[in-house]
């Protein structure tokens, strides 16, 4: 079975400041996906990893995908207020078709 | 990407009544899913919607209790039966082309509040 864990869970930094979400999961997955959710609204679609060692970067987040230590991380350069939200990973075991969700990292942003 | 239209999008139950929530997909999908994200948790994913055939649930989630249909391609229907305040959460629904090398999509959710 397929367990996400994220870190930290929630997170407040100031703006200008450059730190990083962990993503954690316990079996292979070598697909990672990253999520977006602003307080009462959907999920955003940020990122699809789809290979080990894959980078993509989007603004001032840039996400990346190792799988032979089964982690992603979401960096965060430079933050902007614009940024906070809570950030969401998901994994997915090949053949299951579902995705598995970590718990979600809240992130507030401070002027 | 997929434009998802989810209805209603909030509403507010008697406990003990049933509430149907809606997806709609403006193109074929092969896959559609529905999630429960209960207040400040993550998402917990209730069921598979199968087309044609029965929806394929995870543990702990039951067919009497959330039944589930899709007629095509490009609809679900999700139902909360017989509500009590622990169902007061958000309903997701999201559809994927495939899971394995393309992104899900979700609808804007379903707040259900039961009192």
């Known amino acids: 079975e397929l367990k996400v864990e994220q870190n930290p869970l929630f997170l407040s930094m100031q703006e200008g400041k450059n730190y990083t979400i962990y993503c954690n999961y316990s079996?292979?997955?070598?697909?990672l996906y990253w999520y977006r959710q602003d307080p009462g609204k959907s999920l955003e679609s940020l990122f699809v990893?789809?290979?080990?060692?894959a980078v993509k970067q989007e603004g001032r987040l840039m996400a990346s995908l190792d799988t032979k230590a089964r982690l992603s991380t979401l960096h965060i350069t430079a933050a902007v207020h614009d940024l906070s939200a809570t950030y969401f990973c998901?994994?997915?075991?090949?053949?299951?078709?579902?995705?598995?969700f970590g718990q979600g990292t809240r992130l507030t942003i401070n002027p | 990407s997929a434009v998802i239209s989810q209805k209603p999008s909030r509403d507010i139950c008697q406990r003990g009544t049933s509430l149907t929530i809606q997806c709609q997909v403006d193109?074929?999908?092969?896959?559609m899913f529905w999630y429960r994200q209960q207040p400040g948790q993550s998402l917990t994913l209730i069921a598979t919607?199968?087309?044609?055939?029965?929806?394929?649930?995870e543990s702990g989630f039951v067919i009497d209790k959330f039944p589930i249909s899709r007629p095509n391609l490009t609809f679900s229907t999700l139902t909360v039966s017989n509500m009590s305040p622990e169902d007061s959460s958000i309903y997701l629904c999201?559809?994927?082309?495939?899971?394995?090398?393309?992104?899900?999509?979700f609808g804007q959710g379903t707040r259900l509040t039961v009192v």
């Open positions: 998901a994994g997915i075991i090949q053949g299951a078709q579902k995705l598995v």
């Open positions: 990893l789809l290979s080990n060692g």
């Open positions: 079996t292979t997955s070598d697909r």
């Open positions: 193109s074929q999908v092969t896959m």
């Open positions: 999201s559809v994927a082309a495939r899971l394995w090398d393309t992104e899900a999509f």
């Open positions: 919607a199968n087309q044609g055939s029965e929806a394929t649930y």
